[in-house]
């Protein structure tokens, strides 16, 4: 018989981080009953393998899932084999136009899972594709579940509310999604779901059908949406905003160093453990600090501490300190361009590919952006002499730059 922590306990993990627990009172008689009977808590987490490359916004439910199941609970994630051919409209304005076939969720399932292991215990994890229950499903059946809900409730959506008003179209699959994942709690008979602030209507949904099959009725536990690196949108790959789980550890440090201060603190309390009142007095610091720590923190929980150790020191190297980067692209010149030895600066900016062109090269150079060396020597025309040697660093800006290899 797995041992619970106290309640009061349980509630200060679970609370962290969560922006709505809906009904919440109900939350703490699930939690007691379950510390009496000795009886895990069974806690759903659903996901529509839809070509999902796992990234931090991602892993917000993912990591209380991994809470729950730190706690004694029985985590239960739902692979939507059959809700990803429908697709989740939640926070869309459209119909998704590219449709999945039934082979490419499954291959996105396997991927999934994959990347999933970097947070969950897979080893402790009920796995299901919702395809078990929904394939077996006669014509009949589909009707009575349709039967469960008006268009006027489903209208009540927010998502479908504004498509609605501005005319745009709703397609009758797209209606069955709600209910579909509503039924997958009745299948697995979840006491809890995870998910985001946009999933109540769905998660209250599944409480109707949970009562009328005369089960228990699951509580909705509801995080924030993560925002992504450029502070103001939704975390996404298609926005170019997100912070990847399988990324190198350095292209992981050197995207949460862009971040905005002001995202930190969301940022600590949803993708770290560090106690709040830590991360207060990190706040309170200086914002390069802070950052270096919450980075080192993220990046070792899906690497390892070395690794982001690693990580920190070069980007301090290469990026905070001003210093040369490991690795330096190759600029290739021709030594019959070389005129005893030299090219002129505007050339030299030109042939090597930094500039466009000679023009850009001109105008770089008589704003003072390009220079040659380590030490960053700046070109003081376009037509100063340059000595050209094997190995000589040339710089057109701060971020474009090589170093010389001498061909024949």
Same mark, same amino acid.
């Given at each position: 018989m797995p041992?619970f922590p106290p309640?009061a306990d349980?509630?200060?993990?679970?609370r962290r981080?969560i922006?709505?627990?809906?009904?919440?009172?109900?939350?703490a008689?699930?939690?007691e009953?379950s510390?009496?009977t000795?009886?895990p808590?069974?806690i759903k987490?659903?996901?529509?393998?839809?070509?999902?490359?796992?990234?931090l916004?991602h892993?917000?439910?993912?990591?209380k899932l991994?809470q729950?199941?730190?706690l004694?609970?029985?985590?239960?994630?739902i692979?939507g084999n059959?809700?990803?051919l429908?697709?989740?409209?939640?926070?869309?304005d459209a119909?998704?136009?590219?449709?999945?076939?039934?082979?490419?969720?499954?291959?996105n399932a396997r991927?999934y899972?994959?990347?999933?292991?970097k947070v969950i215990d897979?080893s402790r994890?009920?796995?299901?594709?919702n395809?078990?229950?929904?394939?077996?499903?006669?014509?009949a059946?589909?009707?009575?579940l349709?039967g469960?809900?008006?268009v006027a409730q489903?209208?009540t959506?927010?998502?479908?509310?504004?498509r609605?008003?501005?005319n745009t179209?709703?397609?009758?699959h797209?209606?069955?999604?709600?209910?579909?994942?509503?039924?997958?709690?009745?299948e697995i008979?979840s006491d809890v779901e995870?998910?985001?602030?946009?999933?109540?209507y769905?998660?209250m949904?599944a409480?109707?059908?949970?009562?009328e099959?005369?089960?228990?009725?699951?509580?909705g536990?509801?995080?924030?949406?993560?925002?992504?690196?450029?502070?103001v949108?939704r975390?996404g790959?298609?926005?170019g905003?997100?912070i990847g789980i399988?990324?190198s550890p350095?292209?992981?440090?050197?995207?949460f160093?862009q971040i905005?201060?002001g995202v930190?603190?969301m940022?600590?309390?949803l993708?770290?453990?560090?106690p $709040? @009142?830590?991360?207060e007095?990190? /706040?309170?610091?200086?914002?390069?600090?802070a950052? !270096?720590r &919450?980075?080192?923190?993220?990046?070792a929980?899906?690497?390892?501490a070395t690794?982001?150790d690693e990580?920190?020191d070069?980007w301090?190297?290469?990026i905070?300190?001003?210093?040369?980067?490991e690795?330096?692209p190759? $600029? @290739?010149?021709?030594?019959?361009d /070389?005129?005893?030895?030299?090219l002129?600066a505007? !050339?030299l &900016?030109?042939?090597?590919?930094?500039?466009a062109s000679?023009s850009?090269?001109r105008r770089?150079i008589a704003q003072g952006?390009?220079?040659?060396?380590?030490?960053?020597?700046?070109?003081?025309s376009?037509?100063?002499p340059?000595?050209?040697?094997?190995g000589?660093l040339v710089?057109?800006?701060k971020?474009?730059f090589?170093?010389?290899?001498?061909?024949?």
């Amino acid at each position: 018989m797995p041992t619970f922590p106290p309640v009061a306990d349980q509630l200060a993990v679970i609370r962290r981080g969560i922006e709505k627990i809906v009904p919440e009172e109900e939350l703490a008689q699930k939690l007691e009953q379950s510390l009496k009977t000795g009886t895990p808590l069974r806690i759903k987490y659903g996901i529509d393998p839809t070509g999902i490359d796992v990234h931090l916004g991602h892993t917000v439910p993912l990591r209380k899932l991994r809470q729950f199941q730190e706690l004694g609970h029985q985590a239960v994630l739902i692979i939507g084999n059959y809700t990803a051919l429908v697709g989740d409209p939640s926070g869309r304005d459209a119909a998704r136009t590219k449709k999945l076939t039934e082979e490419d969720v499954e291959r996105n399932a396997r991927d999934y899972l994959e990347q999933v292991g970097k947070v969950i215990d897979l080893s402790r994890t009920e796995i299901h594709r919702n395809g078990d229950w929904f394939a077996r499903m006669t014509f009949a059946q589909v009707l009575g579940l349709c039967g469960k809900v008006t268009v006027a409730q489903m209208l009540t959506r927010d998502d479908f509310a504004k498509r609605y008003a501005a005319n745009t179209p709703i397609y009758l699959h797209e209606c069955l999604y709600p209910l579909m994942q509503g039924w997958d709690s009745v299948e697995i008979k979840s006491d809890v779901e995870l998910g985001g602030t946009e999933q109540l209507y769905s998660f209250m949904l599944a409480r109707d059908l949970q009562r009328e099959q005369s089960l228990p009725q699951q509580i909705g536990v509801m995080s924030p949406i993560l925002v992504g690196t450029d502070g103001v949108r939704r975390m996404g790959k298609s926005l170019g905003n997100y912070i990847g789980i399988s990324e190198s550890p350095y292209d992981m440090m050197k995207k949460f160093m862009q971040i905005p201060d002001g995202v930190m603190r969301m940022y600590f309390e949803l993708l770290t453990n560090i106690p $709040l @009142t830590d991360v207060e007095a990190l /706040l309170s610091g200086h914002p390069k600090e802070a950052k !270096v720590r &919450l980075a080192k923190s993220v990046i070792a929980e899906y690497h390892n501490a070395t690794a982001a150790d690693e990580a920190a020191d070069r980007w301090q190297r290469e990026i905070g300190g001003g210093g040369l980067p490991e690795e330096i692209p190759t $600029l @290739t010149v021709k030594r019959g361009d /070389l005129k005893e030895g030299k090219l002129a600066a505007a !050339v030299l &900016l030109k042939s090597t590919g930094l500039c466009a062109s000679t023009s850009d090269a001109r105008r770089l150079i008589a704003q003072g952006g390009a220079s040659t060396g380590a030490e960053k020597t700046r070109m003081t025309s376009h037509d100063q002499p340059i000595d050209i040697v094997d190995g000589l660093l040339v710089w057109a800006g701060k971020k474009k730059f090589g170093k010389v290899e001498l061909q024949d």
